[in-house]
């Protein structure tokens, strides 16, 4: 079934289109989800309320950009509209006499998915929003300002805070990593 | 978009962009049961629930005020020459006897008929006569004594007494008539039969016999007059029946005791240390309806809001191991001291907390059916008990709690959220007193207990958390 097909089934709400667009769009939506939601269990939430907006909007896809683009679109408004929604006044973390690493020092052997997926989601809320959607999802600091409702001075000192934190998480991997060998 | 891209950002990004994970089932499964009719049908309600609700509880009110008022209202209408004369209640009549020249005494009904004749009458007797004209009629005959004292006037009431007028031949209605007048035309065209009542009647008809009431304020005798009027006054100046309906408006702040029997003592703990009670506080809008002397029956509805916080810190711990490079000096017994860089690892045993902070909110919307006995009473003073069930109607959660089963914390608006939308029956008990104002309006004071009977938690949870509370109520009511 083309992503065309699948599209027209779901304006019309056949149930098989929806159920092979769940399959065909589900598995990378639910890790876009994870990255996002604090357990796995708010993730399916997420997921589930993004497919469900998916559904009841379809016929307003007008095919600028591409349709996995628009879902994608959809699980992480889905997402942030939760974290807004959520009534956590602040979430601090304590690191312990963090340390910098300077770009150009950095040796980085490959790391799995799992492993970077890991540091991710370990990431403090606030840190982690505004990562993933000023790394992975491309979005501006302008853009994050807007969405979470905060200024774009806290939007970069956020992200430098979640790349000090990641910094030292994949340090420990690496040395794991000598270990072994 | 971005400008300034960091390593880290392109490895995170290149690394998780197309990551991919299995999913599960049992969201497409969840996911299928909202594409159907009755559930969009269903969550379209949940979600208006409160404008629902709001326009139900309206209308039930203003239904209820309806009959109220409208069941003490008679009938005005006269159907097909037949119908009835509403009820006068405490109306005065004066009337003056009659004076040497004047031998009809003259009965001045016009307050009473105007105001209960209907606005579009057409007066047919207005014009009939003028007092000089004035002449007796068979239902008020003359009366054969003179009077001294010719324009003495003397109140009488009459209460609650319908009159029915069958075959009347009323093409007009009955208009108002001035005082001292009586016309042929009102007495000749209307006949009066006395409807069953238990309360004096006042019956003005043709060819009838003249009412009691008339004769006992028309004495031969004019020195028994007052002795006889003020009988008939006290015999008739029976109180009105209040309405049994009453409305009131009451406000509590609440003393909320949690209680969870079924947890774990650690997990009990646990909750007891995260999450502390904020305020709670209940309205309740009751429509009452009195039985009897003792026995009064309330109902309406209840909001009910239970608001905590949640403070709670989670500490991880991790350990940390780092490599350093050292340069230093051996001494070699052959070659001397010898610059040498070793490895040397650092193990740190860290640890890092994250705080999180909650304002939980508990909402309760009820019906409560009370049932309540009035022990002792004074002119101002009504002291009573009363208690029933409290039937729930929607139960809402906000906030965040401690996992019962995986230490973690819950966020209420997901479906992790460990409660029931509905929390059944509880019971409530009341001490009761009401301190009259004046005639329409009590103060009411109200302590007393709330019992949480069933569990607000989903069983699987374990919990069985309920809620106790202490109501301390305070409000005011409207007798009609």
């Not at chain 1, 006499?97 to 950095?106: K, L």
């Amino acid at each position: 079934m083309s992503e065309e097909e699948l599209i027209n089934g779901c304006v019309r709400e056949d149930r098989a289109s929806q159920y092979a667009l769940y399959k065909t769009y589900a598995g990378k939506m639910l890790a876009v989800c994870r990255r996002y939601g604090r357990t796995d269990l708010e993730a399916e939430d997420i997921l589930q309320e993004g497919f469900i907006k998916v559904f009841d909007n379809v016929s307003k896809f007008r095919g600028n950009g591409s349709f996995e683009g628009w879902i994608r679109r959809i699980m992480v408004n889905t997402a942030l509209k939760l974290y807004r929604k959520s009534s956590f006044k602040n979430e601090v973390i304590g690191i312990d006499d963090g340390y910098d690493i300077p770009q150009e020092a950095t040796v980085l052997e490959k790391i799995s998915q799992g492993e970077l997926m890991k540091m991710v989601q370990g990431l403090p809320e606030g840190y982690g929003i505004v990562f993933n959607l000023y790394a992975i999802e491309g979005y501006s600091h302008a853009e994050i300002a807007d969405n979470l409702g905060v200024n774009e001075g806290t939007s970069r000192s956020q992200l430098a805070k979640a790349r000090k934190w990641l910094q030292k998480k994949v340090i420990e991997s690496q040395n794991i990593e000598y270990e072994r060998k | 978009m971005n400008e300034n891209r960091h390593p880290l950002d392109d490895l995170f990004r290149d690394g998780l962009d197309q990551h991919s994970v299995e999913p599960p089932m049992h969201v497409w499964e969840r996911i299928d049961q909202t594409r159907t009719p009755v559930y969009k049908l269903m969550n379209n309600f949940k979600q208006h629930s409160r404008w629902y609700l709001s326009v139900a509880a309206g209308l039930v009110f203003m239904s209820a005020a309806a009959v109220m008022f409208l069941s003490d209202k008679p009938d005005l209408g006269l159907v097909e020459g037949q119908g009835t004369i509403p009820a006068v209640s405490q109306t005065e009549i004066r009337i003056e006897t009659p004076s040497e020249e004047q031998s009809v005494p003259a009965l001045a009904i016009q307050e009473a008929i105007e105001a209960e004749t209907p606005a579009s009458s057409t007066p047919t007797a207005s014009s009939s006569t003028s007092p000089s004209a004035a002449r007796p009629t068979e239902a008020y005959p003359a009366t054969p004594a003179p009077r001294k004292n010719a324009t003495q006037t003397e109140p009488i009431t009459i209460i609650e007494a319908p009159v029915t007028i069958e075959n009347a031949q009323v093409e007009a209605p009955i208009a108002p008539l001035e005082k001292g007048e009586v016309t042929e035309q009102t007495t000749e065209i209307i006949q009066v039969t006395e409807a069953p009542s238990t309360t004096p009647e006042a019956v003005v008809a043709e060819n009838e016999e003249i009412p009691e009431m008339v004769e006992a304020i028309t004495p031969n005798d004019p020195s028994e007059a007052p002795k006889k009027n003020e009988k008939k006054e006290s015999k008739t100046m029976i109180p009105l029946e209040p309405s049994p309906w009453s409305i009131e408006f009451l406000g509590s702040y609440d003393f909320v005791n949690r209680r969870m029997p079924n947890a774990s003592p650690a997990y009990q703990a646990a909750r007891k240390q995260d999450e502390k009670m904020a305020s709670a506080y209940t309205f309740q809008l009751r429509a009452q309806y009195r039985l009897n002397a003792v026995f009064s029956l309330r109902s309406g509805i209840s909001y009910s809001r239970i608001n905590e916080t949640l403070n709670h810190t989670a500490i991880e711990s991790y350990t940390e191991i780092t490599d350093r490079q050292v340069t230093g000096y051996i001494v070699d017994p052959i070659n001397g001291p010898t610059q040498i860089t070793y490895t040397v690892r650092d193990t740190f045993n860290r640890s890092s907390s994250s705080q999180v902070n909650s304002n939980n909110s508990y909402t309760f919307i009820d019906v409560p059916v009370l049932l309540n006995y009035t022990l002792y009473t004074s002119n101002k003073w009504a002291v009573g008990m009363s208690g029933g069930p409290i039937f729930n109607l929607v139960f809402q959660q906000k906030g965040h709690i401690l996992s019962p089963t995986q230490g973690e914390i819950i966020d209420l608006s997901t479906s992790a959220n460990p409660f029931r939308t509905y929390a059944g029956v509880n019971l409530m008990l009341n001490a009761t007193a009401s301190y009259s104002l004046n005639k329409h309006f009590d103060l009411l004071f109200e302590p007393g207990m709330r019992f949480g009977l069933s569990s607000l938690t989903n069983t699987p949870t374990g919990i069985n958390q309920k809620y106790n509370s202490l109501n301390l109520f305070t409000g005011i009511r409207y007798n009609f």
